[in-house]
C-alpha cells in the first residue's frame, strides 16, 4: 500500500490539470496590453476607399473598421487621399461605358 500511495503522490504533483473548473482545456496566458495589430488585407483596403468616397470622414472610418484614427493613417493614406477620386471615375466609368 505504501508503493502505491507514493505514486500517487507522485503523478498528482507533476503539476496542475489543464483542465479548468468548468472542464475546458487551460489557454496560453494573454498579455493584456494595447489592442490587437490591425490585419490590413485588399479587402479592408477596398472598404475605406470606398467609405472615403462616400463621404465619411477619417474619425468616422476608424470608428467603423475599428481601429484608432493614427492607425488608419499609418496603413491607408493611398486609399484616404485618392480613394475618393479613384471609386468616383470607377463609378463614372460604369454609368457611361
Same mark, same amino acid.
Given at each position: ?6 505514486? %500517487?503522490?507522485? %503523478? %498528482?504533483?507533476?503539476? #496542475? #490539470? ?11 496566458? &494573454? %498579455? #493584456?496590453?494595447? /489592442?490587437?495589430? =490591425?490585419?490590413?488585407?485588399? $479587402?479592408? &483596403? *477596398? &472598404? ?9 470622414? &477619417?474619425? $468616422?472610418?476608424? *470608428?467603423?473598421?475599428?481601429?484608432? $484614427? /493614427?492607425? =488608419?493613417?499609418?496603413?491607408?493614406? #493611398? ?6 477620386? $479613384? ?11
Amino acid at each position: 500500500m505504501s508503493e502505491n500511495s507514493q505514486t %500517487d503522490d507522485i %503523478d %498528482d504533483a507533476a503539476g #496542475p #490539470p489543464d483542465i479548468d473548473l468548468f472542464g475546458e482545456p487551460v489557454g496560453g496566458y &494573454r %498579455d #493584456p496590453r494595447g /489592442r490587437k495589430k =490591425l490585419k490590413v488585407t485588399n $479587402e479592408l &483596403r *477596398d &472598404r475605406v476607399a470606398v467609405l472615403r468616397a462616400g463621404g465619411m470622414e &477619417r474619425d $468616422e472610418i476608424a *470608428d467603423a473598421i475599428g481601429c484608432s $484614427e /493614427r492607425t =488608419l493613417r499609418t496603413y491607408f493614406l #493611398p486609399e484616404l487621399n485618392e480613394g475618393k477620386s $479613384e471609386k468616383r471615375a470607377a463609378v463614372i466609368e460604369a454609368l457611361y461605358a
